[in-house]
């Protein structure tokens, strides 16, 4: 195989144009061509979608204008996820971006010393702990520069936006760059007889697009790398048995809040993702405890708006593609995998997959050092993600469903076992450098939903009362002294990235 | 039923040992935990040193101990990096600099700019972009500045055994109990000891035993299934001898390891003299051919007596059993190469100190100490053998076995991926980090056949202004910086004019 020139992108939707953009911008279309196949037919789901921070490293690498994007995606600003009833009915916490408390001088991990606090009968919400968390309350929101001394928090965020209205925003960024879309569906696919690359794939008009390198965005089926090359699915259903969503827009009641909602329902859970012009919702279940029309019936009747449109239904299996990268093609989005939007991981792991590819693209002949390479670091954050979310079922005080019997009582995997009964002991939530959620998700997680460590680090007592009082105070002013300054998250969206109208309407 | 860990017994010698007291005795003896070393014969010799990673200041600052004097007492020189000859054949010496290199802007870190570069004719070596190699040709200190994009930092060389004495006066200072002993018989409950019996009759009882004896692995080495794994199939020499030479003058801000046909040399400047260490393959060469060939090995007269030892090289199959914790050389030991020696110590004794267990009853986190601690040995075992695997020099019995030996598969990973695409795949708990990693391969001649495709973005000229910029940075940086000598005598005037100030 001679030098990797022309390279095809088959599925638009999130993942192909974020792929598509990627590639206009880094490796340009003056050595590469980048063709993007998408059909009209194959509609792509446009509700909203949430994000977590990490996408801000996408948006540098494409060079995006915050606010310019803000406005044309009908986005707001997300500080976090508000987790309720998923402890128990009426029980809620909230999982914040951003840091637990502060350091404390030659001393261990923040939450230790919270630990011993909340243990002495202090708040056991530590989301007053967390500058996010308490502007998330309040509704507020800003960017904030770093404080000259370090001495107040940042304000971590991401965002929650129209995924369709995404995805033609990046569209458009592809094109002006160069990118062509062709419009049509994949009907057939053409491979070299000896090495089985693909070197072509032929549209149902006839058009044949050829070309080095295949990105396979076709969605669950996996038109490519598991239609062309059986790379196999790792079904993950007997820890993530939800297998359907039910999503519908509806009207937008009040201000957009800074946060996600994430409310644990009979059967699984909804979502409620404010945009600037609506609001997206969803329930996610498991169709063996719930009926497809009951669920729609359900969330229909918790929606806190007028709905825009009939619900939609959408089925998929959670697992992961067994090899994401085969030969000269490589799936990204659901082709690649799926899990629930429970902590806004699917744009990340779309984002991960691209940057990933660029590190180990090849520049001539595909080496097989590489690829696998690639699906063990792939392999490596899909089973983070999914212990993650795991946990958030297993980790619970529910059983008044049957769906919730089974999460509570099933067996997790071993690399979860040993996490959960460490903290368990000891509120270690180690992480390791790279996996994407930090300590303090771990820890607003498990102890969200329930798992109350049974100690702390020892060094945590060295402190004397009064020293960590006076701690926990200058840390717990410093959260205020930022929170009050900000000014409310629809304030700040109308001064600097309110919608146009025309893409309000859009 | 479980409770408080409220007694640390500490058994072991030296650095390591003394590490571990200061480390508890600063955080969890304020909790109400009573720390007491029971202190073994030193297993130091005159001429011994220690050569230690830019991280040991990480620890002095934690437990307190003051870095003038290291300079004052130890006889410490600064150490931007080590420098690496005759190795890899024909490839010139090249320095392993302690870099903090910038977080690659976009994903793009200027080693990838420089394989392109190099495949396009640029004839300058990797290692004058690292700015702690730079310093350290020069002869001059990087000291890290806030703020700054290009960091580089120092390790330091100095005498073993006043570094010991220091510690150790130091944790005493501070209200470590310690009695100078040995440990008789240890008596244990199925897996656990319940207490030791000294030479002279006492019983200790702890709820957590440290081991930091080194390779005599005192406790650790009586607990079940803690058989000692050896890594000879990989890190060959079996024999140190250590010796002294004089001092250099000016004082060079690197340690020279030189490889030679049984083994390797290393010299390490200290202020007074300069320690000198071969370790070598007792099938290829015996003591005495060794000790002949010696001042031409070191190419410096070599002054007093020289020490034989034995080394060996290999992991305890677990690492935490019961309540017997092992920490630095009776958990693990390498070749005394890259400056790991105290660094092992260091690394256990953190691990530990985050682990440090809440209750004496079943120690939950056993596993995860032992885990990482294994990865982490696995890890540097994989950097030193690098050194040996990646050489050129052929026709001489250790340096071939060492080139045909079987790569385990975590190294094989790591070359090949590096081999393809110039990129460090790195694991759970690494010590060096991708710099450190570029420099050994790189250095010992691993060239990468391709380079990241973002850097084909960016046009030529630019291209050439990036390796340009970095070049100029590094040359202005150190021409900044202090000469080894002036750094020291800095260091003095500092302790003087304190002394003035309290007189």
Known sequence: MQQVRDIVVVGGGTAGWMAAAAFAKVLGTQAHSITLIESEEIGTVGVGEATIPPIMQYNALLGIDEDEFVRETNATFKLGIEFIDWRKPGSSYFHPFGLFGANIKGGVGFMNYWLRWVQSGGDPDFSRFIAEGEAAREGKFARVPPSPDGQLPRLNYAYQFDAATYAAYLRRYAERRGAIRREGRVVDVEQNPETGYIEAVKLADGTRVAGDFFIDCSGFRGL?????????????????????????????????????????????WQWRIPLQHRTGNGYVFCDAYISEDEAS??????????????????????GKRRRGWVKNCLAVGLSSGFLEPLESTSIHLIQVAIMKLFELFPMREVNPVLIDQYNREMDLIYDHVRDFIIAHYKVTDREDTPFWQYCRNMDVPDS??????????????????????????????????????????????????????????????????????????????????????????? | MTRRIEQVVIVGADAPAWMAAAAFQRSVSNAGIRVRVIELPTLLQPADAYSALPELAGFHRRVGLEERLLFSLCKAVPIAGQRFSNWSGAAPPFIHGYDRPPPPAAGLGLTQLWIKGRQKGLRTEFENFSLGAVAAKAGRVPVPSEGAELRS????????????????????????????????????????????????????????????????????????????????????????????????????????????????????????????????????ISDQDLLNDLPALANLPI???????????????????????????????????????????????????????????????????????????????????????????????????????????????????????????????????????????????????????????????????????????IVGLVEAMAPVDDFIAGMDLQRQAEVTALG
């Open chain 2, 303 to 473: 002054s007093g007596d020289a020490v034989v030892s034995s080394l060996a090289q290999g992991i305890r199959r677990r690492t935490w059993v019961g309540n017997c914790v092992a920490v630095g050389e009776s958990a693990f030991s390498l070749e005394p190469l890259d400056a790991v020696q105290l660094h092992i110590a260091h690394y256990c004794i953190s691990q530990l100190m985050t682990l440090f267990p809440v209750e004496a009853g079943t120690f939950p986190e056993a596993a995860l100490y032992d885990r990482i601690i294994r990865r982490a040995a696995i890890n540097l075992r994989d950097f030193q053998f690098a050194h040996f695997k990646l050489n050129h020099r052929f026709d001489m019995p250790l340096w071939d076995g060492c080139r045909d030996a079987a790569v385990p598969e975590t190294l094989q990973r790591k070359l090949d991926i590096f081999a393809a695409r110039g990129r460090i795949a790195l694991y759970d708990d690494e010590t060096f980090q991708e710099h450190a990693w570029e420099s050994l391969l790189l250095g010992h001649g691993l060239m990468p056949q391709s380079y990241d495709p973002r850097v084909d973005a960016i046009p030529e000229q630019e291209h050439i202004a990036k390796i340009q910029a970095r070049l100029n940075d």
């Open chain 2, 153 to 284: 930092t120092f390790g330091y060389n100095f005498d073993a055994a006043a570094y010991s004495a220091l510690l150790r006066h130091f944790t005493m200072q501070g209200g470590v109990e310690s009695k100078a002993a040995s440990v008789a018989d240890v008596e244990m409950d199925g897996d656990r000891i319940t207490a030791i019996i000294l030479g002279d009759g006492e019983r200790v009882e702890a709820d957590l035993f440290v081991d930091a004896s080194g390779p005599q692995a005192v406790l650790i080495g009586r607990m079940p299934e803690t058989e000692f794994l050896s890594w000879r199939a990989w890190l060959p020499c079996d024999r140190m001898l250590v010796a002294s030479a004089k001092a250099l003058a000016p004082l060079p801000a690197f340690s020279q390891i030189s490889a030679f046909r049984q083994g390797w040399i290393g010299l390490f400047p200290l202020q007074d003299r300069t320690a000198v260490v071969a370790a070598y393959d007792s099938r290829q």
């Open chain 1, 297 to 318: 019936r359900l969330l229909l009747e918790r929606l806190d708006g007028k709905p825009m449109a009939d619900p939609k239904i959408l089925r998929f299996t959670a």
């Open chain 1, 224 to 268: 490519l790398i598991e239609g062309v090359f059986k790379a196999g699915f790792d079904d993950w259903s007997q820890w993530l048995p939800n297998n359907r969503a039910a999503a519908v827009p509806c009207e937008r009641v009040g201000d957009p809040t800074p946060f996600t909602r994430s409310t644990a329902r009979e059967a699984g």
């Open chain 1, 416 to 506: 979860l076992a040993a996490k959960l009964e460490l903290f368990k002991e000891r509120g270690e939530a180690r992480m390791i450098p790279g996996d994407l959620f930090s300590e303090t998700s771990w820890f607003a997680v498990l102890y969200g939903q329930g798992l109350i460590p049974r100690s702390f680090h020892p060094v945590a007592n060295a402190l004397s009362e009064d020293e960590l009082q006076l701690a926990l105070t200058r840390i717990r002013t410093a959260i205020r002294q930022r929170v009050d300054t900000l000014p409310s998250h629809a304030a700040f969206i109308e001064r600097c990235c309110a919608a146009r109208p025309a893409a309000t309407a859009a």
